[in-house]
């Protein structure tokens, strides 16, 4: 089945530094991708759709030059966390359709801890 | 009007028996009901979901059933195992889970199943 492999599994880094976290559609190619957020106990909170070739919509409240997006590939969309802060720490995931129909692969998701 | 409602939040049930967790939506274009289970530091993983047009969709001991009336839907689990003991996530899109729609969770249901 599709896959969507996710990177680093987890991570820390010092308040004030930046993280990138990687998202690969192994097996299919993913014109869109999502990411989203998750804090313990809580729902999944979409953050941003990833458009290849193109500029990330994000949602409502969240700082597009805080959470910047890439997607150069068909394959591969790209979370950097600029300046992380405590209160960022959180759990993210991404996901990406299969096809029409097909439903929605997610990521095994990225344990984000600011120290 | 984009939410999906979910309920009960936490459930406990004994080996064997049925877990039943229920998803109410009030847009009427969501055309794509999918359900995810999530173990703990993990992403979710589609577990089965169901389209408008069938009222019922069985896939081993998991059932989807759907009231386009009422605007419901809910999982059953039968014969719940131990294993089973994860968050349940309901979910809704439009567009028939194609690749630029996005998903809207529920707020999780936190199943036990006691052996």
């Known amino acids: 089945g599709a896959v969507v492999s996710q990177h680093p599994s987890r991570v820390i880094c010092k308040s004030g530094t930046s993280v990138k976290i990687e998202c690969r559609s192994l097996?299919?190619?993913?014109?869109?991708m999502f990411w989203y957020r998750q804090f313990p106990k809580q729902s999944l909170m979409l953050m941003a759709t990833?458009?290849?070739?193109?500029?990330?919509?994000?949602e409502q409240g969240v700082e597009k030059d805080k959470f910047l997006i890439n997607h150069a590939s068909l394959t591969l969309s790209t979370l950097t966390v600029t300046s992380a802060h405590p209160e960022d720490s959180s759990f993210y995931i991404c996901?990406?359709?299969?096809?029409?129909?097909?439903?929605?692969?997610f990521g095994s998701g990225t344990r984000l801890t600011v120290v | 009007q984009q939410q999906v409602k979910q309920s009960p939040q936490s459930l406990i049930v004994q080996k064997g028996g049925i877990s039943i967790i229920n998803c109410a939506y009030e847009n009427t274009a969501f055309d794509y009901f999918p359900w995810y289970q999530q173990f703990p530091g993990k992403g979710p993983a589609l577990l089965i979901a169901?389209?408008?047009?069938?009222s019922e969709k069985k896939e081993g001991r998991f059932t989807i059933s759907f009231n386009k009336s009422a605007k419901q839907f809910s999982l059953h689990i039968m014969d719940s195992q131990p294993g089973d003991s994860a968050t349940y996530f309901c979910?809704?899109?439009?567009?028939?889970?194609?690749?630029?729609?996005?998903?809207?969770f529920g707020t999780g249901t936190l199943l036990a199943v006691q052996p």
């Open positions: 990833s458009n290849e070739g193109s500029k990330a919509t994000y």
């Open positions: 996901s990406a359709a299969v096809g029409l129909g097909d439903g929605y692969t």
């Open positions: 979910a809704a899109s439009t567009g028939n889970g194609g690749a630029t729609n996005k998903l809207i």
């Open positions: 169901i389209r408008p047009d069938v």
């Open positions: 097996d299919f190619q993913a014109t869109t």
